[in-house]
């Protein structure tokens, strides 16, 4: 069963433009959201992760938005570049899972 | 750097054939994963081992088995490999702990013809 539904499954955005990818969630239990950059021929790599106790956290152009009483989060990217082209995907655990349960993934495209 | 080397990048395989993949971590993970990545599905999560000989199903484990016979490498068995088994296949490991990051195999690309 898919647990964690993300949208869209792609995106084009203009360089300079904002990058916005959605995620929600149905298990209550989870409380770790990373999200995977992954570019082509390679494996995916963290890129950022929140806990639910934060509503947002930022890294540089990279921010996750986290509302926990709706069961979404989602990714931004500021500035978004020609260099951010890749496939992302958004993921979840809970406590003691060890595993990742990820979404559909969205190719994101930046045009320059 | 954490290193995690599947052995190969690409491979072609017939219907029927029984196909090993063998995926090595450099970081003393405990944890170590097979996934499939489809279009359109994201990853999903053939198998799971958490130790040595330890091993625990994921969400699409019909058709595979999986090996562990040492810390470090982890090896996906396709038993009778079938054409809907045509696939991205990656392999991941972690250590133990909460919410603990997976690094990922660069993946191996196979077609069942």
């Known amino acids: 069963q898919q647990q964690v539904k993300q949208s869209p499954q792609s995106l084009i955005v203009q360089k300079g433009g904002i990058s916005i990818i959605n995620c929600a969630y149905e298990?209550?239990?989870?409380?770790?959201f990373p999200w995977y950059q992954q570019f082509p021929g390679k494996g995916p790599a963290l890129l950022i992760a929140i806990r639910p106790d934060v509503s947002e956290k930022k890294e540089g152009r990279f921010t996750i938005s986290f509302n926990k009483s709706a069961k979404q989060f989602s990714l931004h990217i500021m500035d978004s570049q020609p260099g951010d082209s890749a496939t992302y995907f958004c993921a979840a655990s809970y406590q003691g899972a060890q595993k990742l349960v990820f979404g559909q993934g969205t190719r994101l495209t930046i045009n320059p | 750097d954490v290193k995690v080397t599947q052995s190969s990048r690409y491979l072609v395989k017939r219907t029927g054939e029984k196909v090993f993949l063998e995926c090595v971590q450099d970081m003393d993970h405990e944890n170590m994963f097979w996934y499939r990545q489809d279009p359109g599905l994201g990853l999903r999560l053939i198998y799971f081992s958490y130790d040595v000989k330890m091993k625990e199903k994921g969400d699409i484990p019909e058709g595979y088995s999986v090996s562990r016979e040492k810390k470090e490498r982890f090896s996906l068995i396709l038993e009778s490999a079938s054409t809907n088994q045509t696939s991205m296949y990656l392999c991941?490991?972690?250590?133990?702990?909460?919410?603990?990051?997976?690094?990922f195999g660069q993946g191996t690309r196979l077609t069942v013809v």
């Open positions: 991941a490991s972690s250590f133990v702990g909460q919410n603990t990051e997976a690094f």
């Open positions: 298990n209550t239990a989870f409380d770790y």
